[in-house]
T-cell receptor
């Protein structure tokens, strides 16, 4: 069965810290995505990657970076965390070329920046 | 600018009746539309999708209708069951020529099925 695993369900960090959110998929998918979900705003795409070491900006990349050193792992990095980055972060993966609709999501990391 | 709009934050429906969730979009380039269902503390799960070359797609109790001229789609659930209580997200995408296409989501509609 399809599995996308996010390393932490809950995370609390301080303003200014460098924060790493990890995501691993076991489906040999080429594409991986990072979204954030906020009340009243739905899910918004931060970054995505279609291959190892490749990355593309999504709709709200400011304040974030990503790393894809291995096919199965996609990391989201908050270079200097700020309180407005408190959110639920969701990782997803899909085949390439993307089978329409087949983005599989992890259960999310709820990140609080104090 | 919100490209995918779900104007009803919540919807309450009696068990056994039809649930209709609506979604509007503004970007004419979108050519594929999806519905995801999300329970609390879980990631969204794919429910059903429709290509812009179709106007209807059916899967069991779930049917999605697309009206391209109105830039409107809807999800029908018949009959509604208690397990359908969740947040439903409408999403859209278009083929960018690259290897991956991110999804543009609406804000979601919280469906509550009343016993």
């Amino acid at each position: 069965d399809v599995k996308v695993t996010q390393s932490s369900r809950y995370l609390v960090k301080r303003t200014g810290e460098k924060v790493f959110l990890e995501c691993v998929q076991d489906m040999d998918h080429e594409n991986m995505f990072w979204y954030r979900q906020d009340p009243g705003l739905g899910l918004r795409l931060i970054y995505f990657s279609y291959d190892v070491k490749m990355k593309e900006k999504g709709d709200i990349p400011e304040g974030y970076s990503v790393s894809r050193e291995k096919k199965e792992r996609f990391s989201l990095i908050l270079e200097s965390a700020s309180t407005n980055q408190t959110s639920m972060y969701l990782c997803a993966s899909s085949l390439r070329p993307q089978r329409r609709g087949a983005q599989h999501f992890g259960d999310g990391t709820r990140l609080s920046i104090l | 600018d919100q490209q995918v709009k779900q104007n009803s934050p919540s919807l309450s429906v009696q068990e056994g009746r039809i649930s209709i969730l609506n979604c509007d979009y503004t970007n004419s380039m979108f050519d594929y539309f999806l519905w995801y269902k999300k329970y609390p503390a879980e990631g969204p799960t794919f429910l059903i999708s429709i290509s812009s070359i179709k106007d209807k797609n059916e899967d069991g109790r779930f049917t999605v209708f697309l009206n391209k001229s109105a830039k409107h789609l809807s999800l029908h659930i018949v009959p509604s069951q208690p397990g359908d209580s969740a947040v439903y997200f409408c999403a859209a995408t278009f083929y960018s020529g690259g290897g991956a296409d991110g999804l543009t989501f609406g804000k979601g509609t919280h469906l509550i099925i009343q016993p």
